[in-house]
């Protein structure tokens, strides 16, 4: 059963447990499994039935493009993390 790390600011949808473990062979299936054991999870992922665009899914280590179609392993990690800004170098007050 893939195991899941879940993200601090989505701790408190799993009773503050860091990972889970649900069934799934794809992303698609892991996040519905999110959905039904820690309701408000898939609204946190996904936006019109697309990983959204702030969140990215690595599956044992390496950032999927294929977002909900991503195959996962049974064995797999499954992590869904904070896409980092890139921000502006253009800094107010010189």
Same mark, same amino acid.
């Given at each position: 059963?893939?195991?899941?790390?879940?993200?601090? &600011? +989505?701790?408190?949808?799993?009773?503050?447990?860091?990972?889970?473990?649900?069934?799934?062979?794809?992303?698609?299936?892991?996040?519905?499994? %999110?959905?039904?054991?820690?309701?408000?999870?898939?609204?946190? %992922?996904?936006?019109?039935?697309?990983?959204?665009? *702030?969140?990215?899914?690595?599956?044992?280590?390496?950032?999927?493009? &294929?977002? +909900? %179609?991503?195959?996962?392993?049974? *064995?797999?990690?499954?992590?869904? %993390?904070?896409?980092?800004?890139?921000?502006?170098? *253009?800094?107010?007050?010189?």
């Amino acid at each position: 059963m893939p195991t899941v790390y879940i993200p601090s &600011l +989505m701790q408190s949808l799993t009773g503050g447990k860091q990972t889970v473990q649900v069934e799934g062979s794809t992303v698609r299936q892991v996040v519905e499994a %999110l959905e039904q054991s820690y309701p408000g999870m898939r609204a946190r %992922l996904v936006d019109s039935g697309r990983i959204k665009p *702030n969140i990215s899914v690595a599956i044992d280590g390496e950032v999927t493009t &294929l977002g +909900m %179609l991503q195959k996962v392993g049974e *064995n797999s990690e499954v992590h869904f %993390l904070p896409a980092i800004g890139g921000g502006s170098h *253009n800094r107010h007050g010189g």
